[in-house]
């Protein structure tokens, strides 16, 4: 695999710089220890942070800015990001109304951000994300993994942040929203760590079933099918999980892995959005891209959140970030 690099070792802090250049009306950049805050920083209210491995942009750099993340603390690829940075960070950005912290269910993140609450001398609480379905029953032994439904925790805690709301409430709209999303993901390639190998080896007429966003192997190996095929095989375990019903309402994350083209996540979209309409499921918002992947992995996840009047105002609520705005 080539890939776009000078020193593999520099490989984060170049393209964080890059990032940070590319949206000077949005973003500033702390070198040492590393992180992204919001350029123009809130006056008063709670600070959501958030971070972890790098390798899965926009996912959690591209989501700093008015109305969703006031801080993200990049680690090495596929690697937690150390309590210094995510310390320095929450003191930066966090005010006397405390810092919640958006934390992706890894043993590693999980360590480093609980090590920083123990550092902290603000307010601070935490919402873990554990939102992927296939890895419940992984024997990596650290239950359900946070993935692309991080997004959907960010954007409605940061809304609500935004607006002033308490400490508290801010972690109860996070945990909400968590519980009320499911994610499930299939790649048709691994991927390939800057300086290392690949992740895992696939034939070409093969799919992961169920795979992670830190190129880890999913819970089976199958042959390609078609699309229709493909999107029940993720739609099905959500659906079950979510336990939805004829009339709920959902927002549909159809989420690229990195290495999928637009045209073929817009053709998945159209059939998940028809098999859910088959469930008398209305899909209430959508977003279709690129927004939580795993560097250059071809492959796609479903996320599904079940929307009440609350999470669906917290969601349409003004976002303003690099990767995502209204």
């Known amino acids: 695999m080539k890939k776009f690099l000078n020193d593999p070792e520099d490989f984060v802090a170049e393209s964080v710089a890059g990032l940070v250049s590319a949206y000077p009306k949005l973003l500033a950049l702390n070198e040492t220890p590393l992180y992204v805050r919001r350029k123009q920083s809130k006056r008063h209210g ?4 958030s971070g972890g491995g790098s390798g899965h942009e926009p996912l959690d750099t591209g ?48 360590n480093s951000f609980q090590l920083a609450r123990d550092m902290l001398d603000i307010p601070s609480e935490q919402v873990l994300v554990n939102d992927d379905v296939a890895s419940a029953y992984a024997q990596h032994g650290g239950g ?61 007429a093969e799919m992961e079933v169920g795979v992670g966003l ?11 099918t078609n699309a229709d095929r493909v999107v029940s095989m993720m739609l099905e375990p959500v659906v079950q999980d979510l336990q939805l019903v004829a009339g709920q309402r959902v927002l549909l994350i159809t989420n ?45 996840s479903i996320t599904l959140t079940v929307l009440d009047d609350e999470l669906l105002s917290w969601w349409d609520a003004p976002v303003h970030t690099p990767a995502m705005q209204w």
């Open 46 to 49: 709670v600070a959501v942070v």
């Open 63 to 110: 989501f700093v800015g008015r109305g969703m993340l006031d801080a993200a603390c990049p680690g090495r690829v596929f690697t937690a990001p150390s309590p210094d940075q995510i310390v320095a960070a929450a003191r930066r950005v966090g005010k006397e109304q405390g810092v919640l912290l958006v934390v992706k269910n890894y043993p590693g993140d999980i």
């Open 144 to 204: 359900r993994r946070g993935v692309a439904g991080t997004i959907v925790v960010q954007k409605i805690a940061g809304a609500a942040a935004q607006t002033g709301v308490p400490l508290l409430e801010c972690k109860r709209l996070g945990d909400k929203s968590n519980q009320a999303t499911a994610t499930f993901g299939i790649a048709l390639s691994s991927c390939q760590v800057p300086g290392a190998a690949a992740t895992f080896d696939i034939g070409p």
């Open 214 to 224: 830190h190129g880890e192997p999913g819970q089976q190996r199958s042959l390609l």
């Open 256 to 300: 690229g892995l990195g290495g999928t083209p637009l045209g073929e996540l817009h053709l998945l979209h159209h059939v998940a959005c028809k098999q859910l309409a088959a469930l008398g499921v209305e899909v209430k918002r959508a977003l279709v891209g690129n927004y939580a992947t795993s560097l250059e992995t071809a492959g796609a």
